[in-house]
């Protein structure tokens, strides 16, 4: 079973990745929901950065970052997470930080946490599920005023592989904006093919009446052409 594999069944299991009936902020309707604040436990967390790491080992080797960036609030324990790892499985010992939702006006100020991003320092933006890319394009604005760095990678756990306010994903959106690079762990797509007819835990999450319900999602909220 590759990491991804692997990462689908995590998710699953976690109660992160689950099927049904839900609605997304953007108000629509869809069968299937990615909740990463239901992990909650030290050893789900240290599983979930293994992941981070072994994509961000795979697409990043050695000298392509320089520090790991985690949004408020909920990329603080990813990036965390991911920094961990990445030293404990792969020697790379990297600085993270993350910023305050209202800068600190006493003490050391500012609304950073952690490592003080320098001028030229090749950031990795460690997210969840990107659906908007609201946090994401307020992180490239916060540091507009934070230091002079270059964008290196964004690192999310799940493409929903959804259409954005224009004709490609959301995910595209960004690799056209900021010409950053994006790397999911797993896209909709993987789990479509893990998870199809396979049990876990003895139940199968995806047969063929969900497939059906997620290629038509896809079909009206994917991207065109």
Do not use: W
């Not at 050695?62 to 985690?70: A, N, P, R, S, Y």
């Not at 909920?74 to 997470?81: C, D, F, N, R």
């Not at 609304?111 to 991003?117: L, R």
């Not at 490239?140 to 994903?169: H, N, P, Q, Y």
Request: hydrophobic share 35%; charged share 25%; proline share 4%.
């Amino acid at each position: 079973m590759t990491y991804k594999e692997e990462f689908i069944t995590f998710m699953v299991r976690s109660g992160v990745l689950t099927f049904g009936d839900f609605t997304t902020k953007s108000g629509r309707k869809t069968p299937y929901f990615v909740n990463t604040g239901n992990y909650k436990t030290g050893a789900q967390a240290a599983r979930l950065g293994d992941y981070y790491a072994a994509c961000i080992q795979e697409n990043l080797p050695e000298g392509g970052v320089d520090c790991l960036f985690g949004p408020a609030y909920k990329g603080i324990p990813l990036a965390v997470a991911a920094a961990s790892s990445l030293y404990r499985g792969y020697g790379r010992d990297l600085p993270y930080c993350f910023n305050r939702k209202e800068a600190k006006d006493h003490g050391e100020g500012g609304a950073m946490v952690g490592y003080k991003p320098q001028a030229g320092d090749r950031i990795a933006i460690i997210e969840d599920v990107v659906t908007a890319g609201t946090a994401v394009r307020e992180t490239i604005e916060l540091f507009k005023s934070v230091a002079d760095v270059k964008f290196a990678a964004l690192f999310v756990s799940v493409d929903r592989m959804e259409r954005g306010t224009r004709d490609c994903t959301t995910l595209d959106e960004l690799r056209q904006d900021y010409g950053i690079q994006v790397y999911p762990i797993v896209t909709i797509r993987d789990v479509m093919d893990c998870l199809h007819n396979r049990e876990v835990d003895g139940r199968v999450y995806i047969d063929d009446a969900m497939l059906g319900r997620m290629e038509d999602y896809l079909a009206q909220y994917g991207p065109r052409g």
